[in-house]
């Protein structure tokens, strides 16, 4: 499959993700399109990698090239599972504060 | 046309349209189910490309613990039964025009670039996908970022006791 595809289908997911952080109000939201666009980036990480490891391996069939993008994306999903399970609980706490998940009221700090 | 681009354009166009209900469901309950999709697709792009180990993390991790994570902050939150305000038009005309424009950007700089002309990602086979090659290299070569992240793991969790106890 042309490497070409993967790259328009990861941007294609990252831009829905932007668009969405953008667009809505509501933090979850705003929260789910970011790991949205943190899987667009882990897709393109693995399809390159196959990238490289398919160049290699026409020249050494024994070759492991190409490994390290996996292993990224492995603590890409371990940083993200940290980051969510701390975003949620400052969701939760700013949802107890405000009764509210808009984004908009988050504005205090400007007067 | 082989079985694998079959398998190929149904996953994207099941990941693209997943994503875009994502943004467009009104419900927050629904978006994290759609979300789930997007996630499934992703990780039949993973078998697909034969890293089945990222295939089932991603599955277990994403799809199972973290999006259980945001359904139980939903619900809660009660959210469903309110309407969620909503930014007013001009806003999220601005915010598509913005994002369209960075991805036709993105596609503009992907398509010429030459280190891609004539690339293939390899499907089905490769063997730096399994799990024991992977094992092998993280815990010789990756072992320090290996510990590193599971101090990280640790004061996550306790940031996240800590925010959430008061």
């Known amino acids: ?8 289908l990861a941007l294609s997911l990252f831009s829905i993700g932007v668009v969405g952080v953008l667009t809505r109000r509501n933090a979850i939201i705003i929260f789910m399109c970011i790991e949205l666009m943190l899987n667009a980036t882990n897709l393109l990480l693995v399809a390159f990698s196959k990238m490289h490891h398919a160049v290699a391996l026409a020249s050494n069939t024994a070759t492991q090239v190409g490994i390290e993008g996996q292993l990224f994306v492995f603590f890409i999903m371990v940083v993200a599972a940290a980051e969510v399970s701390v975003g949620l609980a400052i969701i939760v ?19 | 046309m082989a079985i694998t681009h079959i398998i190929f354009w149904f ?40 890293a089945q180990f990222l295939a089932i993390v991603n599955m277990i991790v994403y799809a199972g613990a973290i999006m259980v994570l945001f359904l139980f902050v939903i619900m809660l939150m009660n959210l469903d039964k309110e309407t969620e305000p909503q930014k ?17 950007q993105l596609v503009r700089l992907a398509k010429d670039a030459p280190e891609m002309v004539n690339k293939t990602a390899l499907l089905k086979t490769g063997s730096i996908g399994l799990i024991e090659n992977l094992g092998k290299v993280l815990f010789s070569d990756y072992v320090v970022p290996f510990e590193i992240s599971s101090v990280l793991f640790l004061s996550a969790m306790v940031g996240a006791v800590v925010i959430g106890k008061k």
């Open chain 1, 1 to 8: 499959m042309p490497i070409q595809y993967y790259i328009y």
């Open chain 1, 93 to 111: 706490m700013m949802y107890r504060n405000t009764h509210s998940v808009d984004i908009n009221f988050l504005n205090r700090l400007k007067n």
């Open chain 2, 11 to 50: 996953l994207t166009a099941l990941a693209l349209v997943s994503a875009l209900m994502v943004l467009l469901s009104k419900n927050p309950v629904y978006s994290v189910l759609w979300l789930i999709a997007v996630f499934f697709a992703i990780s039949g792009h993973y078998i697909l490309l034969n």
């Open chain 2, 88 to 104: 007013d038009i001009w806003m999220k005309v601005a915010g598509v025009i913005s994002g369209g424009c960075l991805l036709i």
